[in-house]
């Protein structure tokens, strides 16, 4: 099973602090290599065919956001407005995901790099495992993991507001309301799901 990958040795065991393991062994270095791997990118890594639910429980998820806002925010042909910009509204909040996404792995992606030799990149690898094993481990990677469901959020926001809801009969306000309700609750939260949770590492 692909999950076996992304238990730490027994070895990293005390590492549970979060505190980064040794340079110099090589069993923790590959543990903290196959552990950083972030929601949502790990579990699509793991279970390639949870596509096939993503997918569409995504679009239910937006569809019905988009319908009880639409409603709240007393937008009228409800169904007309949401012919026209429910596949933008699914769409742009892929793109905004891996916004979120880009932010959240950028540590790893300097810790793996010829960038993690440059001055002053040595928090990169801390940062990553930290990240990936729980993110409630500090007031830095909890910081991160907020900042990038926020870059997310913010994304959706702007996109619904600028782009998916341009052809919608609505005012600004109605626009920028339901916007808004999107960005709130389709955010990529599940950033903050420790891994550790769920493997016991």
């Given amino acids: 099973m692909r999950a076996d ?3 730490a040795p027994p070895e990293t065991v005390r590492y ?3 505190d980064m393991p040794a340079k110099g062994d090589a069993l923790m270095k590959r543990g903290v290599k196959l552990c950083n791997l972030i929601l949502p990118i790990w579990l699509l890594w793991l279970v390639p065919t949870a596509w096939i639910f993503i997918l569409p429980a995504n679009f239910v998820i937006d569809l019905t956001v988009s319908a009880l806002a639409l409603r709240l925010s007393g937008v009228g042909g409800i169904g007309k407005v949401l012919k026209v910009s429910i596949l933008r ?3 742009c909040g892929f793109a905004a995901d891996f916004a979120g996404t880009a932010l959240m792995l950028s540590p790893l992606i300097i810790s793996e790099t010829a960038l993690k030799n440059a001055p002053g990149c ?3 690898g ?3 495992y930290r990240l990936t ?3 409630f481990g500090g007031a830095l990677p909890l ?3 907020f900042a990038s469901v926020a870059l ?3 994304v959706i926001y702007r996109l619904n507001y600028k782009f998916c809801f341009r052809r919608a009969e609505m005012s600004d306000a109605q626009r920028g309301r339901v916007s808004l309700a999107l960005a709130a609750f389709t955010a990529p939260w599940l950033f903050f799901l420790p891994a550790s949770w769920l493997y016991g590492f």
């Fill in 143 to 145: 910081l991160w993991t």
């Fill in 152 to 154: 997310a959020a913010f």
């Fill in 122 to 124: 040595e928090w990169a």
């Fill in 133 to 135: 094993v729980n993110p």
């Fill in 5 to 7: 990958f992304l238990r």
């Fill in 89 to 91: 509204t699914w769409l």
């Fill in 126 to 128: 801390k940062l990553a």
């Fill in 16 to 18: 549970n602090n979060g």
